[in-house]
């Protein structure tokens, strides 16, 4: 269940509670949305596409084939998997996970059964008759959510062709991509290589030369901005930026294989910053999330692929890894950064004395393993005294799973209540100013570091 609310955190949750649900930074499917055919099954829907979900199961002895996860899970019954994530539904509890599960059953799917073993027939039944309602397909349940904007994050290389069915099919909801360059800034990406041969047969300009290079990325942008992009999306785990004065050397060994390791990190390093100084002639806000070391299960990676909840948060550096950035470009008055960390350390002691010095800075909100009510308070308790709220870039939920983001917006801004309402309690401002706090954390402050406009 979702965390009680004392009285004056009740009054201000109920004017936040129904805005508009603003979701600037995410990873659902635009085929969804430009195809709006209805979802496969429940364990499609809700168990096989959510890390949050499978990765709890397999830390206790599932086997990830058996919840019909990659290629190894392709046969997979999905009526078992299901019944296999309610016979462990008990796992789940004290974690976010649960709260928006509980919410997206009873409140969205209108399901009034307990989970268990000897409901999970009755309930899949249930759920997979309400799939096969023209109200549970993505177009409805985005305009019932209450979805002002949605972004996707999508590779440098997409054609963006289900962006540009959306927009042809004359359907309002403003589902808008984000441009995700890793695959052809990051060395160490095993298909760096090849990433940057297509980037070459797309745009149709030679990579020869570095200079080339930075004009078919300058390229891929202006089409991402066409096509409604407003921001840019980087992963780096060991947060570092530096400056080449002779980029065109490194590039051409990466280019042809013989870079090292530490060419990869000094180039995706002088990338980043190549990546702000574009960002200031484009207006692109920059998103930056660091301090996650990936893929650390070999056997996972080996069997299953890529990100299958194996990611785990490391030790970052901010003040020292983005200094080369943030003296070339840090105090551009048109730029903006957003930065994400799985490190919590960090928030006291380097994100916010940053966002409250550097003007293009604004700090992310609880991301990944912290995006829970826990997480939420310790969050505002550690940034708000040193950045203040204007500093913050408000709450995106960055899921997969598309049925669970009114769950976790409403989870925030219950959370932003209840923070606001301790706030009151210390004397530290009055009722209007929090209500006028609650509806920027929730909506406003999300569209204007995204350069959403209403």
Not at 63 to 81: F, Q, T
Not at 160 to 173: D, E, P, Q, R
Not at 275 to 299: C, F, P, W, Y
Request: glycine share 6%; charged share 20%.
């Amino acid at each position: 269940m979702t965390p009680n609310l004392n009285a004056p955190a009740e009054a201000l949750y109920q004017c936040v509670k129904n805005l508009p649900i603003v979701s600037p930074h995410g990873h659902c499917d635009a085929s969804w949305f430009a195809k709006n055919t209805a979802f496969s099954n429940p364990a499609e829907l809700l168990v096989t596409p959510d890390h949050y979900v499978f990765r709890l199961l397999y830390s206790n002895g599932i086997s990830l084939a058996d919840l019909g996860i990659g290629a190894p899970g392709k046969h997979a019954n999905p009526r078992e998997v299901f019944r296999i994530f309610a016979a462990h539904w008990h796992l789940f509890l004290g974690t976010p996970t649960r709260v928006w599960l509980d919410y997206v059953l009873r409140q969205t799917l209108q399901i009034t059964a307990e989970l268990s073993s000897e409901t999970a027939n009755l309930i899949y039944d249930q759920i997979a008759e309400r799939l096969t309602q023209d109200a549970f397909r993505p177009r409805a349940l985005f305009e019932s959510f209450n979805i002002e904007t949605l972004a996707t994050t999508d590779s440098a290389l997409d054609d963006l062709c289900h962006h540009a069915a959306i927009s042809a099919s004359g359907w309002t909801g403003r589902v808008l991509p984000t441009f995700r360059p890793d695959g052809v800034l990051d060395p160490s990406d095993p298909n760096f290589q090849t990433n940057l041969q297509e980037l070459e047969q797309i745009t149709g300009i030679a990579l020869d030369s570095y200079a080339g290079y930075l004009e078919a990325l300058r390229v891929r942008r202006a089409f991402f901005i066409q096509m409604g992009a407003t921001a840019t999306d980087h992963a780096i785990e060991a947060i570092h930026t530096e400056w080449l004065y002779d980029p065109h050397a490194i590039y051409q060994r990466l280019k042809q294989g013989r870079g090292s390791p530490d060419d990869a990190r000094r180039f995706y390093g002088h990338m980043l910053i190549e990546m702000a100084q574009m960002s200031v002639e484009d207006g692109l806000s920059m998103q930056i999330h660091g301090g996650s070391r990936r893929n650390t299960n070999r056997k996972i990676l080996q069997d299953y692929g890529r990100d299958m909840g194996a990611d785990i948060p490391v030790v970052s550096n901010w003040v020292i890894g983005l200094d080369s950035l943030l003296n070339r470009v840090g105090n551009e008055p048109n730029l903006t950064i957003i930065l994400f960390t799985l490190d919590e350390t960090t928030y006291a002691r380097e994100l916010a004395p940053m966002a409250g010095h550097w003007p293009c800075l604004r700090i992310g909100p609880p991301w990944w393993f912290h995006d829970s009510a826990g997480g939420i308070a310790r969050y505002f308790d550690q940034v708000v005294e040193t950045a203040g709220y204007y500093n913050l870039a408000g709450f995106n939920d960055d899921t997969r799973a598309f049925l669970s983001i009114p769950a976790r917006h409403d989870l925030w801004r219950r959370g932003v209540a209840l923070h606001l309402s301790r706030q009151m309690q210390k004397g530290l401002f009055d009722r209007t100013q929090a209500e006028n706090l609650a509806q920027l954390l929730s909506t406003d402050l999300a569209r204007r570091a995204y350069g959403i406009e209403v």
